[in-house]
């Protein structure tokens, strides 16, 4: 069991942090140059900019940011007293003048995944043991780094706070859950005023309910394709099964005869038994021989239609949509692809919905055995047939905030007391707002991401990040959770994010 509390919070720079009055965020009267505008309450503004001369800093040395996001500003500026350079989008010129002394540390934090491997390659090139810190999200780009760099520290914010968002859609007490090995998983938790680890498993009604909502999916189809297939299927069943059993019950027939008789009917390739003075059976035989026509029409195009489609859902497997016990999972982008794998892991069904036909990451969906929607999670009629009442949390995890928070409120409105998770950070405004909370339950990747690229810059090397509403825990060595708040609202001053060049649709 591990557990820390530190009594004074205490902010990267060392300083202790206090709680804004106003809103109760964590301040830190050294790193915040600026007043508050969020709650009106007003901070001393005793800063230090982030290219200002470090006390803490070693030598003076500089450490160089690059990136124009909104996690290279935060970092840039939770950094505080620390001489740093903040390059949004440098050329080979920049690069090689900004690190030609030799920075402390680099933190390469952009949205694509090859200008990052572009960017690392280059600070390398120029210093071969400069410690790197480089935010990728595809896991190939982040293995060859690894393989490539030495001293090079590759995180995936999705993969970072995957195991926060899992806690969170599994038990609501619970922070986050930590997967040690295939068998053994262990909850973190706050106890009174302390963050303790304990082994967790699931219960087992949420078992057994899941159990019987893999089982009660199977067969069941979600898509009209999958409908008509099994609708035609079904059909042509039915009428083999009844001329079937008639034959053998009125007529008498031998069992193997009647069922090749029936079948040769249903298929068209031979003469129906001749039942003379029979009429009922002439006039149902008639009947059912025009309604294979139909059935047959309807079996082929539902036949073709899923064989030539996608097939993000199944019919029967693995695949199938989930009935109850599962988590709806709104965005399948890094971060809700990595969460719907985690909860796997877990043991616990989960449902993607996600709005783009064309996401990048729906081929990986399909095999990592994801079943996949496409719909707009703001339609309530979506979640009520996906089972939202049924089901165990949803989690909003698409990148614009403004989108989680309409999938939030459609899902109140189809089940008002169902746990809802939400992602925040890319959004400022979105992100910091206390107003959020009664939609659900908010976790700021962009601020988690922040706290643990800056712990790795100044050499804490952290292990893992587990996030809290408005506190953030890293594992250090030697230490376990440390609470590592980081103040309130960060501006560094340099120019916001460009807009993203993604398609419509498409989620980080």
């Known amino acids: 069991m591990d557990a820390s509390a530190p009594a004074a919070p205490r902010c990267h720079c060392g300083q202790a942090l206090h709680r804004c009055s106003g809103c109760a965020a964590w301040r830190c009267e050294h790193c915040e140059p600026y007043q508050s505008d969020d709650c009106g309450t007003s901070v001393p503004a005793k800063a230090y900019p982030s290219s200002s001369a470090s006390p803490l800093g070693p030598g003076g040395a500089t450490f160089v940011v690059i990136g124009a996001t909104s996690l290279a500003r935060r970092v840039c500026a939770g950094l505080g007293r620390h001489r740093t350079r903040h390059l949004p989008e440098p050329d080979d010129h920049e ?296 089901a165990r949390a949803l989690a909003a995890m698409g990148s614009d905030e403004r989108d989680n928070v309409a999938v939030a409120v459609a899902a109140h409105g189809a089940a008002p007391g169902i746990r809802v998770v939400l992602r925040a950070g890319e959004n400022e405004a979105i992100a910091e707002t206390r107003s959020l909370l009664p939609l659900g339950h908010t976790r700021d990747i962009t601020r988690a991401s922040a706290v643990f690229v800056i712990s790795h810059l100044t050499g804490e090397q952290p292990r893992l990040v587990v996030s809290d509403t408005d506190c953030d825990y890293l594992d250090l060595p030697g230490q376990g959770l440390v609470a590592r708040p980081l103040a309130g609202r960060l501006h560094c001053g340099h120019p916001p994010e460009p807009m993203p060049t993604s398609p419509p649709g498409e989620h980080r």
């Open 95 to 390: 690069l090689a003048q900004a690190t030609a002394d030799g920075p402390p540390g680099v933190a390469v934090l952009v949205h694509d995944d090859v200008s990052a491997l572009r960017y690392a390659l280059a600070v390398r090139h120029v210093h071969p043991d400069v410690p790197l810190v480089v935010c990728v999200f595809d896991r190939t780009i982040a293995e060859q780094l690894r393989t490539l760099l030495h001293r090079c520290t590759v995180l995936s914010p999705a993969e970072l706070l995957a195991p926060t968002l899992a806690g969170l859609c599994a038990d609501p007490a619970t922070l986050a859950l930590l997967r040690t090995d295939r068998r053994t998983t262990t909850a973190v938790r706050r106890q009174h005023a302390t963050v303790v680890r304990t082994p967790w498993r699931d219960s087992s009604a949420a078992r057994r309910q899941a159990l019987v909502g893999r089982l009660s999916g199977q067969l069941r189809p979600h898509d009209t394709d999958a409908r008509l297939l099994l609708g035609g299927l079904a059909g042509i069943a039915t009428v083999l099964g009844l001329d079937w059993a008639w034959s053998t019950i009125a007529f008498h027939e031998p069992a193997a005869y009647a069922l090749a008789a029936a079948a040769r009917v249903i298929a068209g390739v031979g003469p129906a038994p001749d039942h003379r003075g029979h009429t009922a059976y002439q006039m149902v035989s008639t009947a059912m021989m025009l309604t294979t026509v139909g059935l047959t029409a309807l079996l082929t195009a539902g036949l073709v239609n899923r064989m030539s489609g996608s097939r993000h859902v199944g019919i029967l497997g693995p695949r199938a949509v989930p009935r109850s016990g599962h988590v709806l999972v709104v965005g399948l982008g890094q971060v809700g692809i990595r969460l719907c794998h985690t909860l796997l892991q877990l043991g616990i069904p989960v449902v993607g919905i996600e709005r783009n036909p064309t996401a990048a990451n729906l081929r990986l969906a399909r095999s990592l055995g994801i079943p996949v929607v496409l719909a707009h999670a703001e339609d309530r009629s979506v979640l009520q047939r996906l089972g939202l009442r049924r």
